[in-house]
């Protein structure tokens, strides 16, 4: 069982900037293609970007392209995500999780789930 562990959650005011990181524990990225989904309270968890490891290929959802990059350091096995512009309505649970090889844009065909790290923004 892959372990990811999500960092760099926090308060921000609107139009500030976080960086998200999604870290493998006990297992190095290989063929993944590793994700970003949120949660916001009272609402069902959405997807906010991909990237895949091993060829070519980023994705965004409408909500955060343009403001939000995903980006991932081979080195140190970890995926990041910028959040840059942030607004009140990004305010969510931001959770990281992975699958072999492509990019899906519903939680259900995840294979491994982070558990997580609350990004607030605040007006």
């Known amino acids: 069982q892959v372990q990811l562990v999500e960092s760099g959650g926090g308060l921000v005011q609107a139009g500030g900037s976080l960086r998200l990181s999604c870290a493998a524990s006990?297992?190095?990225?290989?063929?993944?293609?590793v994700h970003w989904f949120r949660q916001a309270p009272g609402k069902e968890r959405e997807f906010v970007a991909a990237i895949r490891w091993s060829v070519d290929g980023i994705y965004y959802s409408d909500a955060v392209r343009g403001r939000f990059t995903i980006s991932k350091d081979n080195g140190k096995n970890t995926v990041y995500l910028q959040m840059n512009r942030l607004r009140p309505e990004d305010t969510a649970v931001y959770y990281c999780?992975?699958?072999?090889?492509?990019?899906?844009?519903?939680?259900?065909?995840?294979?491994?789930w982070g558990k997580g790290t609350l990004v607030t923004v605040i007006s």
């Open positions: 999780a992975s699958r072999f090889l492509t990019v899906v844009t519903t939680d259900a065909g995840m294979a491994n």
């Open positions: 006990g297992h190095t990225f290989t063929t993944e293609a």
